[in-house]
Nanobody, 131 residues
């Protein structure tokens, strides 16, 4: 079955940049929509973005619009999240995820229930923004 493995988290100063990677196995990436979630200590998990495999369009949460950019390399079966102009409030564990479908439903926020029932979660990678 489909599996997602994340990497690229770490410590970065405010205003800095970081790139996360999500390697997909068990399924061809060009047929899957991939989303990103994040969860800060004491807060609920929230959607960050979703990239459709149908037309390549990415939807972003307002909190990251203009700062984060999702992309994918189908030859490497890998999705990337480029994070620029990072803020302390971006500190969280970041998860990639898929519902096992090709589209995002015109939303940046995938359904956690559908991800759990029919798709897959990455293991999470810590991003810390601090001086």
């Amino acid at each position: 079955q489909v599996q997602l493995v994340e990497s690229g988290g770490g410590l970065v100063q405010p205003g800095g940049s970081l790139r996360l990677s999500c390697e997909v196995s068990g399924f061809t990436l060009d047929h899957l929509a991939i989303g990103w979630f994040r969860q800060a200590p004491g807060k609920e998990r929230e959607g960050v973005s979703c990239t459709s495999s149908v037309n390549g369009v990415t939807f972003y949460a307002d909190s990251v619009q203009g700062r984060f950019t999702a992309s994918r390399d189908n030859d490497r079966n890998t999705v990337y999240l480029q994070m620029n102009s990072l803020k302390p409030e971006d500190t969280a564990v970041y998860y990639c995820a898929t519902e096992g479908m090709s589209g995002c439903g015109n939303s940046y926020h995938l359904s956690p229930q559908i991800v759990s029932d029919h798709g897959a979660w990455g293991q999470g990678t810590q991003v810390t923004v601090s001086s």
